[in-house]
C-alpha cells in the first residue's frame, strides 16, 4: 500500500492563504508568522518565559534591591505611558496653594503643640505624645511654604524630595499625600496655622482645624 505524500498535505501557509478567500479576513504578517511557528519551538518559548517569571518572583522575595529596581521601572514605564496618553489633551489647571502663615519650623511646631494642649479630644492628646508626629507636621509645613511661593499647590513628588533634601525625612506618596492634606487643614480659619491665627490670640479648641472632609490629626507612620 502506497504511502500518502506529505507534499499532499495542507500545511500552515495553504491554511493561511485559504482564508484570504472572498470575505475572510486576511491575516497579518505577526499571525502568519505565529501559525508558521515549529510547534515544538512554540513550547520552548512558553517554558523560557515561564521559568523567567518564576526566576524573577523569587529573585524579588530574596532581594529587596532587585524588588526596588523592578518598581522603579514599572513607575517609569507608568510615566512614559500617561505622557503618552496626555498627548493632544488640554492641560489641567494648576491647583491653587493654602495661603501660610510666616513661621520658621520651631514657631510652626510651638503654634502646633499649643493647639493640640487646647483641644479635648482623644486624638489632640494622642500626638500631643508624640513629638516625632509634630516636628514631621512643623518640617511638611516649612517645605510646603516654600514650594507654593509662587501660588501653586506643591505636588507630592516635589514635597517628597525636599523633605528628603532639607530634613532627611523619607516618606512614601500616601504618606506625603497625608502630609499634605494636613498641612492645609490646620491652616484653615480656626487651625493653628491660619493666617490670621496669631492676630485672634484665640486657638480652636477642637483639637483639629475645620475643613470640610479634611481630618485635623491623621495618624503618620513611624520614619
Given at each position: 500500500m502506497d504511502r500518502p505524500d506529505a507534499s499532499d498535505a495542507p500545511d500552515a501557509a495553504d491554511a493561511a492563504a485559504?482564508?484570504?478567500?472572498?470575505?475572510?479576513?486576511?491575516?497579518?504578517?505577526?499571525?502568519?508568522?505565529?501559525?508558521?511557528?515549529?510547534?515544538?519551538q512554540r513550547a520552548r518559548e512558553e517554558e523560557r518565559a515561564a521559568r523567567s517569571n518564576r526566576n524573577r518572583t523569587e529573585r524579588r522575595a530574596s532581594d529587596p534591591a532587585y524588588a526596588?529596581?523592578?518598581?522603579?521601572?514599572?513607575?517609569e514605564r507608568q510615566r512614559r505611558r500617561r505622557r503618552r496618553e496626555a498627548i493632544g489633551r488640554p492641560e489641567q489647571p494648576e491647583e491653587e496653594a493654602v495661603p501660610l502663615p510666616d513661621l520658621t519650623v520651631d514657631q510652626a511646631a510651638s503654634r502646633l503643640a499649643d493647639h493640640l494642649r487646647r483641644g479635648g479630644t482623644a486624638q489632640a492628646a494622642q500626638l500631643r505624645s508624640r513629638p516625632d508626629?509634630?516636628?514631621?507636621?512643623?518640617?511638611?509645613?516649612?517645605?510646603?511654604?516654600?514650594?507654593?511661593?509662587?501660588?501653586?499647590?506643591p505636588t507630592r513628588g516635589a514635597l517628597a524630595?525636599?523633605?528628603?533634601?532639607h530634613f532627611g525625612r523619607i516618606a512614601t506618596p500616601s504618606q506625603v499625600q497625608k502630609l499634605r492634606d494636613h498641612v492645609e487643614s490646620f491652616a484653615?480659619?480656626?487651625?493653628?496655622?491660619?493666617?490670621?491665627?496669631?492676630?485672634?490670640?484665640?486657638?480652636?479648641?477642637?483639637?483639629?482645624?475645620?475643613?470640610?472632609d479634611r481630618p485635623g490629626i491623621p495618624p503618620l507612620p513611624r520614619r
Open positions: 485559504d482564508t484570504s478567500g472572498a470575505g475572510a479576513p486576511r491575516l497579518t504578517a505577526e499571525e502568519l508568522a505565529f501559525l508558521l511557528r515549529d510547534p515544538e526596588d529596581r523592578l518598581r522603579a521601572g514599572d513607575r508626629r509634630i516636628a514631621a507636621y512643623a518640617e511638611a509645613f516649612a517645605v510646603y511654604r516654600m514650594l507654593s511661593a509662587a501660588g501653586v499647590r524630595a525636599l523633605l528628603k533634601s484653615m480659619p480656626g487651625g493653628p496655622w491660619s493666617p490670621t491665627a496669631g492676630m485672634s490670640g484665640k486657638a480652636d479648641t477642637d483639637g483639629h482645624a475645620p475643613g470640610g
